[in-house]
């Protein structure tokens, strides 16, 4: 499996900006897509961007032309630049890796960080 550390997070006034981070570690090798989704209390989990194995990228639509997703391959991280930040954008941001192991897909999840976008 693999194990994955978001760093980043915290409070920040509408309007302002924030990058968040992700380190792998472990089975990396078998990674074929990284992403962010986020949970506000009371929401399910949502999509926030992802990116492939072949650098295909999709967004929500809420937070296109505001975010940005890219990755180090290097260095085995994983990013997401916010600007223009909205209180609806306050949640738990997590960190996801999917994983092929023969043929089947598994989902690594990070522990979370939190991002407050006060108003």
């Known amino acids: 499996q693999v194990q994955l550390v978001e760093s980043g997070g915290g409070l920040v006034q509408a309007g302002g900006s924030l990058s968040l981070s992700c380190a792998a570690s472990?089975?990396?090798?078998?990674?074929?897509?990284m992403g962010w989704y986020r949970q506000a209390p009371g929401s399910q989990r949502e999509m926030v961007a992802v990116?492939?194995?072949?650098?295909?990228?999709t967004y929500v639509d809420s937070v296109k032309g505001r975010f940005t997703i890219s990755r180090d391959n290097v260095k085995k991280e994983l990013y997401l630049q916010m600007r223009d930040l909205e209180p609806d954008d306050t949640a738990v941001y997590l960190c996801?890796?999917?994983?092929?192991?023969?043929?089947?897909?598994?989902?690594?999840w990070g522990h979370g960080t939190q991002v407050t976008v006060s108003s």
């Open positions: 472990g089975n990396v090798v078998a990674i074929v897509g």
């Open positions: 996801n890796a999917k994983v092929r192991i023969y043929d089947m897909e598994y989902d690594n």
């Open positions: 990116i492939g194995k072949d650098g295909t990228i």
